[in-house]
């Protein structure tokens, strides 16, 4: 059995207990978690990221059962169980499973969410018919693992829906060149792994909490490797998303730079649809 690093799971219980959107809802004078300051927040947040719903097939999933990992604020849990499916929710921090139990009672339906971690998840094997995990299963300090989780997790014939952040995107190339070229070289000469170990620089270009701490624990993987870590799976499809205003696209708004061929062919995140 595969030993997990404790710490690196003990420091996400604490960092990610302000749920991912907190300073977002913030930025949108979201004040409170009555059901019209939420509405107001997953308005943006689906505006925001108008790709989300492609990639999760929110009314197809009515009736199974689907299981989310990394809650953020909750809108996708929300989503999910507003269009039928039969929802369980797991996150390593108590914050999300609150916001999302507190979700789901507003709204006056049924689902439910716990604290742990995928890589321990306290669910029998074969439970689920598709598992939803956006941005979470590159913080859990061993994403090869949480993905062979995932897989054991499944029924046959269900899916994986996940989101990492892509090894080769413009804003890697340009913030960490050297770590890029390094990572490059070693998939060129038959390597397939994660980005070695970033340090807290590289992971608060991507995840900070109201301290302005990074996350404790981020990896970056490109599409070789990440079959190689689904090889298990029967199928894997795998498309790039999102792009911001940061060099070199400062002088573009980001709706119409969505439009362009850019985040397909250097995107931020790597969206995956893995059949077992």
């Not at 590159?138 to 899916?159: F, M, V």
Request: some cysteine; proline content about 4%.
């Amino acid at each position: 059995m595969k030993k997990i690093d404790e710490e690196i799971s003990r420091k996400n219980e604490d960092f990610w207990d302000e749920p991912c959107g907190s300073q977002l809802a913030q930025f949108l004078g979201v004040k409170d978690a009555s059901e019209a300051s939420l509405l107001k927040f997953d308005q943006w947040y689906l505006d925001f990221y108008p790709y989300l719903e492609k990639h999760i097939p929110f009314s197809k999933l009515n009736g199974m059962n689907v299981l989310e990992i990394g809650l953020g604020y909750g809108t996708v849990a929300q989503r999910l169980v507003e269009h039928g499916a039969v929802y369980s929710g797991l996150d390593i921090a108590l914050g999300p499973v609150k916001m999302v139990r507190h979700r789901i009672k507003q709204i006056k339906l049924e689902g439910n969410a716990v604290q742990g971690s995928i890589l321990q998840p306290p669910f029998s094997d074969q439970s689920f018919d598709a598992i939803v995990a956006i941005g979470c299963l590159h913080h859990t300090g061993d994403l090869q693992l949480a993905i062979d989780e995932c897989y054991k997790l499944l029924k046959p014939g269900g899916s994986l829906i996940f989101m990492v952040y892509y090894a080769y995107s413009y804003r890697r190339w340009i913030q960490n060149t050297s770590a890029t070229l390094k990572y490059l070289l070693i998939e060129i000469f038959g390597g397939r792994s994660v980005v070695e170990k970033a340090d807290a620089k590289q992971r608060s270009a991507y995840d900070i909490n109201s301290k302005s701490e990074a996350a404790p624990h981020t990896d970056w993987i490109s599409k070789k490797s990440l079959r190689k870590f689904c090889k298990k799976f029967s199928q894997c499809e795998m498309s790039l998303e999102n792009i911001d205003q940061a060099t070199p696209f400062k002088s573009r708004e980001r709706s119409e730079l969505l439009k362009t061929i850019w985040p397909k062919l250097m995107g931020l995140d790597l969206y995956v649809k893995a059949t077992r």
